[in-house]
């Protein structure tokens, strides 16, 4: 299966700031998504990242709060804007594959 | 829309006893239903996963889990638990076909192992 590499894996950033995260494939793949997990809770799908075009963001998610790149078929990143205390957890990265979906081991976000 | 739900979110088990995880789901189209593991700090780990064909499932670590179409569940079961199964555990559904491709996962169930 495909091998990301999301980075970085943890930060902690002043309120009213950004934060962009990389997510990086070992293979091209056709579809990438970015989750939200908040503290003990479950994946929310925040958008599903489109090469070459606008990304397709879920009911509650706006591209202005979290816009996302995907310039080619092997990198996608996710820009947490404007943060605020509410949005501090943990984001993944995951695509589907050949062989199925993979996820990246998560950019834990502290917002203080 | 298809959804999920995962009944108990938190489930403890004596070692080497049967591990039961509760998964329902809801789809307007046959579904693909996966099961995920997380340890602490970690990412998500597939365990296994049914699409078509055989109901019965089986998976990695001893895990197997049954598509039940007329229950519309998915439930994972463990003959024997061990310490180092204790992990939170996601159920997720996809459906089949149309161009969505996205996971919707459950809420997640904490397993706790006791010796």
């Known amino acids: 299966s495909a091998v990301i590499s999301q980075k970085p894996s943890r930060d902690i950033c002043q309120r009213g700031t950004s934060l962009t995260i990389q997510c990086q494939v070992d293979?091209?793949?056709?579809?990438m998504f970015w989750y939200r997990q908040q503290p003990r809770q479950s994946l929310t799908l925040i958008a599903t990242?489109?090469?070459?075009?606008?990304?397709?963001?879920e009911s509650g998610f706006v591209i202005d709060k979290f816009p996302i790149s995907r310039p080619n078929l092997t990198f996608s990143t996710l820009t947490v804007s404007n943060m605020s205390p509410e949005d501090s957890s943990i984001y993944l990265c995951?695509?589907?594959?050949?062989?199925?979906?993979?996820f990246g081991s998560g950019t834990r976000l502290t917002v203080v | 829309a298809q959804s999920v739900t995962q009944l108990g979110s938190h489930v403890s088990v004596s070692e080497g006893a049967l591990v039961l995880l509760r998964c329902n789901y809801s789809?307007?189209?046959?579904?693909?239903l996966f099961w995920y593991v997380q340890y602490p700090n970690q990412g998500l780990q597939l365990l296994l996963k049914y699409t078509t064909g055989a109901t019965l499932v089986k998976g990695i670590n001893g895990f197997e889990a049954e598509f039940k179409k007329s229950e519309t569940s998915f439930h994972l079961t463990k003959p024997s638990a061990h310490m180092s199964d204790a992990a939170e555990y996601f159920c997720a559904v996809r459906i089949s076909s149309g161009s969505a491709r996205q996971l919707t996962f459950g809420s997640g169930t904490q397993l706790t192992v006791l010796p």
């Open positions: 789809s307007s189209v046959p579904p693909y």
């Open positions: 995951s695509v589907l594959g050949d062989r199925g979906y993979t």
């Open positions: 293979s091209q793949v056709t579809m």
């Open positions: 990242a489109n090469q070459g075009s606008e990304a397709t963001y």
